[in-house]
């Protein structure tokens, strides 16, 4: 019976109660008195839905006439009009009430709110019956949600730097190829380029020129000392750039001598609560400067981190070897230059005219050739590691793809086991489907329960992201901020990742459930082959564990290429060797802390020079050999050393003599490349001839052994060594390390003595070395962190895989057992099926990793030769760590009582 039916059933049986009373019949009134107002009937159509639309009509008709042959035409309508009225009800509404008919059978939208709630219930109670499922999924979903935020994060720090400052696509950096027998770039200019840019050319807004020292001693008039990064800059420089000025006078900012600015934090650390304005700092016992104003605090996503800035003319009195005024021919990587280009210039064009014009007008002929110059964009400078990046983009893609396996691994993992369940959930389907369930239904019935889960697992690994943010920071020495509130990007990319976690992971189980056959499921019939979920399944753990070995011989490659670059003979001695910084190289103190430090017990060796052996700074130069016409078309590197420097490091002469005690240029030693490039047939031609290095003449004495000046990256290069005093800015000092600290305390008293106002430090020669492979040692951690994530959530999958496995299985386990089957033939029942599956994914993963790896060995000029020994390390630590988690569930499956097992049936 119909709604509407129902509705006016109590007043027709009213009508014929009273009728049956009376036992009397009404006379029949005419035609006109025997249908119900028209307008009222319109009214009724109006408010009632199309499918009730007739019936409801047909029973008012019926009841009208009734009433009016008892009570008459007038008391009908009334009557008629108030049941009209009574209709106004929303599920008899025209909007609400739509109703399709489909092979006699009636279906009703439901209502969404209560159908929504019904899921929700449904969903808990399925999931608090299954802990172990639950748990599984939502540990592998934290761990993989987590390291995606973690991911996110350092790659977006990474793309922030210097994205704020004030026209950022007009700012470039100019830097200097230097052409020859083959390309070298370096990123600092020739001192006067700057000048001649700005002067020469109406291309640029601002030119800056900077010139970077690190570590350099800044003390108080109170002898307080500190040791800082430093700059000298011209005012162009915080022109072009948005470091903004929070006390002082504009007019100031690095305009006057002798003056300085410096940063918020410096200025805490110095002065604490004082006005910084005014006070006195001292550079290296050699520069008085008056800070003239603050800084506020450089961010951490710039490349700019010197917290002291001077005027660049004060570089002649502080440094003046970087300062030669006219001369074009000396570059060092911290002598730099910054241009913002005005409204309208394309970078490409001064690219193409402005800049070979400069080689042009300030060299001649040929040295044009050899000395050009480029711009590069502001963007560019963080990840362009050719130019001494700090990461590059390449890494950030390795980082990104690790991040979208690791949540790719806890999404295979869901499904794996949802689709296990599939069967034992099938009754359940069955039962639901029979009592008149659809597929929509059911399909998001599951999708409600992976939104759990899912959401679940989110709000545990931002929780987690937050604690283990710190160990991040100090593992990676960055500064990440994670600010889930303010960050729109972080946000977006939370609800993406989310909804994308959802979707995979449970749209495909969503749809196996769903389309269950009811009868099969009630009857017990179906199984994983008929479902299609046992391939699936194997085919997921192929894939989760070829990941997992992906990252393991990634790991392996770049484990095993670190300690090659650290344990190979580099060609000196790198081994018990400080260095100590000079804050005074003037030729009496020299003098005096070599005597002091010779009369040690525990020091065997004592040497002054530029750079060490092996080190990112060292600038290129032109050569000149012999009575050649014209310079050569290589560059050459020039050190600067005394002559203990061959002694201390043990650099071997293999022609000629060593360097003669001198405070000035006489004499160069040469190394083999330098011999090679010259074009000569033996060592010995090039012994006592005379050359001209940086525009300074000198005889060639010898020939050194080539040596790793610089990272394994990078192919030894032709290179010289000169004595020149005014460039010391290092002590080199061979030491016992059997008597370590007695030695330490003698450098430092003899330190004291000669630069008392300065602070004594020192660092170890290998320390150096290992810093040229900093970028490879947060990539090398990042895999090995996330390794082992993506082998722990694989396990977890596992695990979870083989106890669905031993329920399913566990009245044959019973029946084996009594028939004589011993633990190991139980244990092999369960391990011989996953260990074919992870072989099939070392067979995938091992080519993969191969090429991948040759990739990344490829930037490095020397490295350790892969052997077939990485792969089968990778393929045992996978067995290995698969075979404990599988034989450990597969171990209790075992050893239950067949007795137990077989009364259940």
């Given amino acids: 019976m119909s709604f509407g039916t129902a509705f006016l059933k109590p007043l027709l049986e009213t009508d014929m109660a009273g009728k049956n009373k009376n036992n009397k019949s009404q006379p029949e009134q005419g035609d006109h008195q025997s249908q119900p107002p028209r307008w009222a009937e319109w009214v009724v159509t109006q408010i009632t839905a199309g499918h009730l639309r007739e019936e409801i009509l047909g029973d008012m008709s019926e009841l009208f006439q009734k009433r009016s042959r008892r009570y008459g035409y007038v008391l009908s309508c009334i009557l008629y009009v108030l049941e ?51 748990i599984i999924n939502t540990i592998s979903l934290t761990l993989g949600i987590c390291s995606a935020i973690l991911i996110f994060s350092l790659i977006k720090y990474h793309l922030s730097f210097d994205d704020f400052h004030v026209a950022k696509e007009r700012i470039y950096r100019v830097y200097t190829e230097t052409h020859g027998d083959k390309i070298n770039y370096n990123t600092g200019v020739p001192n006067p380029l700057g000048r001649a840019f700005q002067t020469e050319f109406g291309v640029a807004e601002k030119v800056g020129r900077i010139a970077f020292l690190s570590k350099r001693i800044v003390s108080l008039s109170d002898q307080k000392k500190f040791e800082e990064d430093i700059a000298f800059a011209d005012p162009a420089f915080l022109e072009i750039f948005n470091f903004p000025l929070i006390e002082g006078g504009a007019h100031h900012m690095l305009k006057d001598r002798n003056t300085a600015l410096i940063t918020e934090q410096t200025a805490r650390k110095y002065f604490g609560t004082e006005d910084a304005v005014g006070q006195l700092l001292r550079i290296d016992d050699s520069l008085m400067v008056r800070v003239t104003g603050v800084l506020a605090n450089l961010p951490s996503n710039t490349d700019f981190q010197s917290q002291i ?125 029979a009592l008149g369930s659809q597929q929509g239904s059911l399909f998001w019935q599951f999708m409600t329960e992976t939104t759990i889960i899912a959401t679940l697992g989110l709000l545990i690994a931002i929780l987690l992201a937050y604690l283990v943010l710190p160990f991040v920071n100090q593992w990676f020495e960055i500064k990440l901020v994670i600010d889930l509130l303010k960050d729109k990007y972080l946000i977006g990319f939370v609800v993406v990742l989310l909804v994308t976690v959802i979707f995979f992971s449970g749209a495909y189980p969503g749809l196996i459930l769903a389309k269950m056959q009811p009868i099969m499921a009630l009857k017990g019939k179906l199984s994983q082959k008929s479902q299609g979920g046992f391939s699936l399944r194997k085919s997921l753990v192929v894939g989760q564990f070829a990941i997992s070995q992906l990252l393991i011989i ?48 525990g020091i065997e060796g004592v040497t002054f020079f530029s750079t060490p052996p092996a080190s990112e700074t060292i600038g290129n130069t032109s050569i000149q050999f012999d009575s050649r016409p014209k310079a050569e078309d290589f560059a050459i590197s020039l050190k600067a050393a005394d002559n203990q420097y061959a002694p201390t490091f043990k650099i071997e002469i293999l022609a000629g003599r060593n360097l003669n005690q001198s405070d000035t240029v006489r004499e160069y030693l040469l190394n083999e490349s330098a011999v090679k490039s010259l074009g000569l047939a033996s060592i010995d031609e090039v012994v006592s001839k005379p050359v001209n290095v940086n525009g300074r003449r000198g005889t060639v004495v010898g020939v050194m052994r080539d040596f790793h000046f610089q990272s394994l990256r990078s192919g030894i290069e032709p290179l010289c060594l000169t004595t020149n005093s005014e460039n010391y800015r290092s002590c080199g000092v061979k030491i016992n390390m059997a008597n370590l600290a007695p030695t330490l305390e003698k450098l430092e008293k003899a330190w004291t003595g000669i630069y008392p106002s300065s602070i004594f430090t020192y660092r170890f020669l290998d320390e150096d070395i290992a810093q040229f492979y900093k970028l490879d040692n947060m990539l090398l951690r990042l895999i090995q962190g996330f390794a082992a994530v993506a082998i722990f959530v694989g396990c977890l999958g596992l695990y979870g895989l083989v106890s669905f496995m031993a329920n399913q299985r566990t009245k044959e386990i019973g029946v084996r057992k009594v028939l004589g089957a011993d633990t190991a033939s139980i244990l092999w029942l369960f391990g011989k099926e996953f260990l074919m599956l992870l072989c099939m994914a070392f067979f995938l993963a091992a080519p993969l990793g191969w090429w991948i790896m040759q990739q990344w060995l490829s930037d490095f000029a020397y490295h350790f030769e892969p052997g077939a020994g990485i792969f089968a390390l990778a393929i045992l630590i996978t067995l290995l760590v698969a075979l404990v988690t599988v034989g450990f569930r597969s171990l209790k499956a075992s050893t239950i009582n067949p007795i137990k097992t077989l009364r259940s049936e």
């Fill in 84 to 134: 009209m009225l009574l209709l106004i009800h929303p599920r008899l509404w025209r909007k609400d009430a739509k109703r399709t008919y489909k092979k006699e059978v009636i279906y009703s939208k439901s209502n969404p709110i209560a159908m929504l709630n019904n899921h929700f219930k449904v969903a808990y109670r399925k999931l608090s019956r299954h802990k172990s499922y639950t």
């Fill in 554 to 601: 990634g790991t392996l490659f770049v484990t095993n290429q670190l300690r090659y670059a650290q344990q190979s003979d580099m060609g000196f001695e790198k081994e018990a060797v400080m260095i100590l910084p000079i804050p005074d190289n003037k030729i009496a103190k020299i003098s005096a802390l070599r005597a002091e430090l010779q009369q040690s017990a």
């Fill in 309 to 433: 800035f001077i005027p660049f003319d004060n570089l002649e009195n502080h440094s003046p070897w970087m300062v030669e005024k006219d001369w074009w021919y000396s570059v060092n990587k911290d002598m730099q230059c910054y241009v913002r280009l005005k409204p309208g210039v394309s970078g490409d064009r001064v690219a193409r005219t402005v800049l070979p014009k400069i080689s042009e007008t300030h060299y001649d002929k040929e040295n044009a050739k050899h000395f050009r110059f480029k711009l590069q964009t502001l963007s560019d400078i963080h990840f362009n590691t050719t130019l001494r990046g700090k990461t590059d983009k390449k890494t950030l893609g390795t980082f990104a793809w690790i991040g979208f396996f690791l949540v790719l691994t806890a999404c295979v993992n869901f499904v794996n086991l949802a689709t296990a369940q599939a069967v034992g959930r099938s009754r359940e389907i069955g039962v639901r489907k």
